[in-house]
Every structure is written in C-alpha cells, then in structure tokens.
C-alpha cells in the first residue's frame, strides 16, 4: 500500500438504512486514518423481498481494497480473482471458509431475540427465516429453534421459479392456519412489515394475536409499517467499523487477521407489534396496563398497590408467582425498555425522557440508567443513532 490516497471499493448495496449504518462505520474508522477514496455505488438494484440486490465489483478493478457483501457465488469469484485484501460484512459469506468476515453476531442474535419473545409467555412460536436457496448458514436459525424448541412453526418458502408471484399469498395462508395467540420471529424488517400488514388486512390483532420481532432492525422498512416493529439492534455502525479496521490491518500486511470477527448485538427495542400482556392473569394484566399508563406519574409498588386495591405483600406475592420478579423489578423494566426506545427513536430531550419515564429529574434518570445498563443515556443514543464512532 502506497502513501497516496487508499481506495477501496464499497460493494455494499444502500437502499435501506442498515446497509448505509455499515458504511457509516466503515467511513468513520477511515475519518481516524486520513480518510480513504471510496468507490460508492450510486445506484443499486433492490427490491422489497428477498433477494436483495448486489452491487458489482468495477471490471479492471485496481484499488486497494474491498468491503463487500457477499451475496451471490459470482460476486465472491470476482472478488476473489480480484487479488484485493477484501472483508465480507454478510452472514451469507460465512459460507466461504476462505473469506474474511465482520458480521453481527448471529448464535448471539438469535439468543436475543428467542429469549425476548420467550418472554412474552407464549406457548407457540413462529418463525420467518430465508429461503433456503439463497445459503445463508444456520447459526441464526440453530439458536433461536433451540431456545423455542422443536414445535416452531417454520414458513415454508415457494421454490426460486415461484417466488416473486406467490411469496405474499403463501405467507397470508400461514398466518391465518397459525394457531393463536403466537410469538413470531422475523429474519428482517421487510419481512415483519408484510406480516404485520398481511394481518391487519385479515382482522388478526397484532399483538395481542400474532406478535412480531424481527432479528434486524433497518429505520426505514420499519416507517412504511402501519404500526412499530420491535427488533434487535445488530450495531451496524460497528459491524461497518470493525471491518474497516481489519481491512486496513490485511492492507499493511498484518498475516493475523481472523477469519471471522463477530461484533454482539446491543439489545431488543420493544415496540408496539410485540408490545403484548394479554396472557396472563387479569389481575396481572391490569397491573401491567396501570404500570404503562401511569409511567410518567411516578408509579411505584405502593401506589400501584393502591390502585389494584391490595395490601403491597399481596401485590408481591402475586407478581412474583405470575412474573417471578417483585412489583419494582417490574417496574424498572417498563421504565428501561420505554427509555431505550425514546432513546433509539425519539429526540428528545434528557428531560423530556426524564419526565416520561417519572423522574423528577435528568441526574436522577441518568443515575437508574447507568445502574440497570451501564451506560449513560447519550452514550447509548450515539450507538442507536448517530453513527460517528471514535474507537481506535
């Protein structure tokens, strides 16, 4: 690698947002080391569903490197014939026991999110994968099976030929044959946006019916949705600077770089599709809906006590036998998931989160914050949102 201006290729299609968080990633690494000449693709070919498109690698290609996804055999030939350092940022080039890989990782993405909806208290799990055609591994799959158990009901794609014609009528189908109510799980945020369609049209209540978390989260699919999505939050951002960082390692000649680097998910945003209490108790479920309500008013166990018109040791006994956690454990949870999710998609405000989330002040809420997630509020707002990373 010569003094002038590093080059490097971004085949790394950017019609949705989590695709442009990695490239963000990628750019802010390069912004630490004098900033690098990226070949970006203006256009690229995306659709909807599956599969996605691919952004070529340039014929005569003589740059320095290459941050890809490996979607396709073709791609992963060319680049490989390309003689380039390259780094793969797709769980589908896991597959290439010769390719270097920054990914999400996925065994870890899939505890996440199984362990999630097994909390929802669901007897029956979906789940809404890839098909298999396209040769995505199944560490993702693996794990989330082996946290819900055998009995998951998988969807079955239609065959490559049928795909595109039939794909939103076979999905339609199964979901009004699933038994309910059932916790769903999506591969992406497309697909859990056509469900959650698919079941407004069809009068099925999302969620107290069929409740939706997807294993991604991408902003932009998740607005065209009628309602909000819950999803893991992979730290794209991250994925896109790690792999920035090994490519510049392979570029300078380091021989060390692993094969694959894997970056842990940051946590599950709940949303209004999974946002769901309706399978437990009644006296259970109004504790909950009165928990929700009366947040921003500074709810504790003995006012909720008084609103559910018991003694505080019944109110303990009952939600410890319906929840296993007491009245304020239960309470703080409201209060962390509402607060990652104005973080994540709001901005407001500390104060105004403060406030909506019943502190009396931001110190205050700042201080509960950092206790159940160690991490100020901003900081994990910089991670959820802005993009800029300054990690050496």
């Not at 039939?166 to 859990?192: F, H, M, N, Y």
């Not at 946006?193 to 069809?202: A, E, G, P, T």
């Not at 991408?218 to 939050?233: R, T, Y």
């Not at 018991?310 to 410890?320: Q, W």
Request: aromatic share 10%.
């Amino acid at each position: 690698m010569d003094s002038g201006l590093v080059k490097i290729a971004v085949l790394i299609q950017a019609s949705n947002n989590f695709s442009r968080r990695i490239i963000l990633g990628a750019s802010a690494y390069s912004r630490l080391h004098g900033g690098w000449d990226f070949l970006y693709p203006a256009t690229s070919t995306n659709g909807l569903q599956f599969p996605k498109g691919e952004v070529a690698l340039p014929e005569g290609w003589d740059g320095d490197g290459i941050l890809f996804r490996c979607t396709s055999d073709t791609l992963w030939s060319k680049v490989q014939n390309s003689g380039c350092p390259a780094v793969n940022v797709s769980w589908r080039g896991l597959k290439y026991d010769q390719s270097v890989s920054v990914v999400a990782d996925p065994a870890k993405c899939g505890e996440m999110v199984a362990s999630y909806i097994a909390s929802k208290q669901f007897q029956v799990f979906g789940y809404v994968g890839v098909p298999h055609w396209q040769g995505y591994p199944s560490q993702l799959f693996d794990t989330i099976q082996n946290i819900l158990g055998p009995d998951l009901i998988v969807f079955e794609f239609p065959d490559k030929k049928k795909y595109r014609t039939v794909l939103r009528q076979k999905l339609c189908r199964w979901v009004r044959e699933l038994p309910k109510p059932i916790g769903i799980v999506t591969w992406s945020t497309d697909q859990a946006r056509i469900l959650i369609s698919i079941c407004l049209s069809q009068g099925i209540s999302v969620p107290n019916d069929v409740s939706i978390v997807t294993c991604e989260y991408d902003e932009l699919s998740a607005a065209l949705a009628p309602i909000s999505i819950s999803g893991v939050f992979q730290n794209p951002n991250q994925v896109g600077f790690e792999a920035a960082q090994t490519l510049h390692g392979m570029m300078s000649g380091q021989s060390s770089a692993p094969p694959i680097g894997l970056v842990p998910p940051v946590d599950v945003i709940e949303r209004e599709s999974s946002k769901v209490v309706a399978f437990y108790d009644d006296f259970t479920q109004n504790c909950l809906r009165l928990i929700d309500h009366h947040l921003a008013h500074g709810i504790n166990a003995t006012k909720l006590a008084s609103e559910m018109d018991v003694s505080r040791r019944t109110l303990e006994i009952k939600l410890s036998r319906t929840l296993d956690r007491s009245p304020s454990a239960v309470i703080d949870e409201f209060k962390v998931r509402k607060a990652k999710r104005l973080l994540s998609d709001t901005n407001l405000f500390l104060d105004d989160i403060a406030r909506r989330t019943g502190f009396s002040s931001p110190s205050a809420f700042t201080r509960f914050f950092k206790r159940h997630l160690g991490c100020a509020p901003s900081e994990y707002r910089s991670v959820h949102v802005s993009g800029d990373f300054g990690i050496a």
